[in-house]
């Protein structure tokens, strides 16, 4: 079936201007993930989202990034006032999630092929 | 909040020479462990993972080690192949997060035929 898709495969943008990246994660999972992978390291945690709940916002660097799901499945990552610092790629992964008496459990995580971000 | 430390950074290897990836975490609360495969220009992979129940795990050519007393864990290749070569990362998410993985910075294995 399909795998996680993202748009776009690359953006280049002038330092100050906001930018939009999309994640379409596979069908039916109700977790999504955004992680940002700079050049020669790891990737970072910046958000959950899981169903209705709330998202878990605790990696977000600063108060330019914020996301979106809506309706459970496109994901919407914005980044306002882009700075240099903020170029990366940019992956987005979903995963079941199984609900179980000791809270939810995701499943393994699977990765779109990110989104190339070039602030200038 | 969790800390993985991943070593060596680079590696490389023989074919047919077993490759050898090691990490640590911070927390003890930590209780799931995977490791993705990431090509050159392609999207990260699972290619094993371990949960804290268990002390190791095999699929084929690889596995992973796991030893809660000492707060780390390890990736084994065996019988190289040049299409090993990737970069591997390990990661570590907390029980009742296990949503959030905290990953390590890599490491690049290079195959040599």
């Known amino acids: 079936g399909a795998g996680v898709s993202q748009s776009p495969s690359n953006k280049v943008t002038e330092k100050g201007k906001d930018v939009e990246l999309r994640c379409d994660p596979i069908?039916?999972?109700?977790?999504l993930y955004w992680y940002r992978q700079s050049l020669g390291q790891g990737l970072e945690f910046l958000i959950y989202?899981?169903?209705?709940?709330?998202?878990?916002k605790s990696g977000l660097p600063s108060d330019r990034f914020s996301a979106e799901r809506t309706g459970g499945s496109v994901s919407t990552l914005t980044i306002q006032r882009t700075q240099q610092e903020d170029s990366a790629v940019y992956l987005c992964?979903?995963?079941?999630?199984?609900?179980?008496?000791?809270?939810?459990?995701?499943?393994?995580?699977?990765f779109g092929p990110g989104t190339r971000l070039t602030v200038l | 909040g969790e800390n993985v430390e991943q070593h060596p950074s680079t590696l490389s290897v023989q074919e047919g020479d077993s490759a050898v990836i090691k990490c640590t975490y911070s927390?003890?609360?930590?209780?799931?462990f995977p490791w993705y495969k990431q090509e050159l220009g392609k999207r990260p992979q699972l290619i094993i993972d371990?949960?804290?129940?268990?002390g190791e795990k095999k699929d084929q050519r690889i596995a992973v080690t796991l030893n809660k007393t000492a707060k780390h864990f390890s990736l084994h290749i065996t019988e190289t192949q040049p299409e090993d070569s990737a970069v591997y990362f390990c990661?570590?998410?907390?029980?009742?997060?296990?949503?959030?993985?905290?990953f390590g910075k890599g490491t690049l294995l290079t195959v040599n035929p």
């Open positions: 992964a979903s995963s079941l999630a199984l609900l179980l008496a000791g809270g939810p459990k995701t499943d393994t995580q699977y």
């Open positions: 069908s039916g999972h109700t977790a």
């Open positions: 989202f899981q169903g209705n709940s709330a998202p878990d």
């Open positions: 927390d003890s609360a930590s209780n799931y």
């Open positions: 371990i949960r804290s129940n268990v």
């Open positions: 990661a570590a998410s907390i029980r009742g997060s296990n949503y959030k993985l905290t």
